[in-house]
């Protein structure tokens, strides 16, 4: 199963890294090991996201930038609300990444 990095960039993948750099460094890890958790990550987050996750959210904002390149679309809003069933939130910027889902079972 392919995965994108995505995840990587998010507050949990972030701090995943940073202790994994740190445990390397420290000689407690191989560099080897830590690549193979953070591929495993990447394939946790998105198996995941796909059966766990079942809200749908609606998203209406002011769009500010849209980029595609290489099959991924990156959309900032401006002034941004995220809406669901039983709440609503507002941010005044939010950047969306969004991946051809096809391209993971390549």
């Known amino acids: 199963m392919a995965t994108f990095e995505l995840y990587r960039r998010s507050t949990i993948g972030m701090c995943l890294t940073e202790t994994l750099d740190e445990m390397v460094q420290s000689g407690t890890l191989s560099p080897e090991l830590a690549i193979q958790v953070l591929v495993q990550f990447d394939k946790s987050m998105t198996e995941a996201l796909e059966s766990q996750v079942k809200t ?3 998203i209406k904002g ?9 099959n991924v679309w990156t959309f900032i809003l401006q002034d941004a609300m995220f809406k669901s069933e039983d709440r609503q939130e ?5 950047k969306i990444v969004a991946c051809d889902s096809k391209l993971l079972t390549q």
């Open 90 to 94: 507002n941010v005044s910027q939010v």
């Open 62 to 70: 002011h769009l500010h930038t849209y980029r595609f390149c290489d």
């Open 56 to 58: 749908k959210v609606s």
